[in-house]
């Protein structure tokens, strides 16, 4: 049973990331990225969880909105390069960006949800509204 479903869309599409991303040889690194983070969901008795691997962003890099039950996390991001010296300048831009959505259950408090960002990831927790928690298994006693 899927408790969260989800889409999501990056800039540029992988065609014309094919097309217009490369790489420098010297560097080693990508002038043009939109790779999704790779993203874990768990549900546990009390919440669900959505992390996000997403090394070298920054917590001011996300943003995270809550729109009629549909929970999106976005990314935007541009850094430039430029080194200059007597006869040449070089430079260079990054751009990367990412979009994902999530349809929360109507079992999700979505009063209670919060984020953080710490070590590259970014974890969202979402808890369960208290008549959804699975409750602990009881033994009724025979009179």
Do not use: C, H, W
């Not at 079992?107 to 710490?118: C, G, Q, R, W």
Request: hydrophobic residues 30%; glycine residues 2%; aromatic residues 10%.
């Amino acid at each position: 049973m899927t408790l969260l479903r989800t889409n999501y869309s990056g800039f540029p599409f992988d065609l014309l990331e094919d097309i217009f991303s490369t790489t420098d040889a010297n560097a080693g690194r990508r002038t043009s990225s939109s790779t999704l983070p790779a993203v874990n969901i768990a549900e546990e008795d009390d919440r669900f969880v959505i992390e996000f691997a997403a090394p070298g962003l920054k917590k001011e890099d996300f943003k995270v909105n809550l729109d009629n039950n549909v929970l999106t996390v976005s990314s935007e991001r541009e850094e430039s390069d430029e080194e200059k010296n007597k006869n040449y300048t070089r430079r260079e831009f990054n751009y990367t960006a990412f979009q994902r959505s999530f349809t929360l259950p109507d079992t999700a408090d979505s009063e209670k949800i919060s984020a953080e960002y710490k070590d590259g990831v970014l974890k969202i927790e979402i808890p369960k509204k208290e008549e959804a928690k699975v409750k602990p298994v009881r033994e009724i006693s025979i009179q």
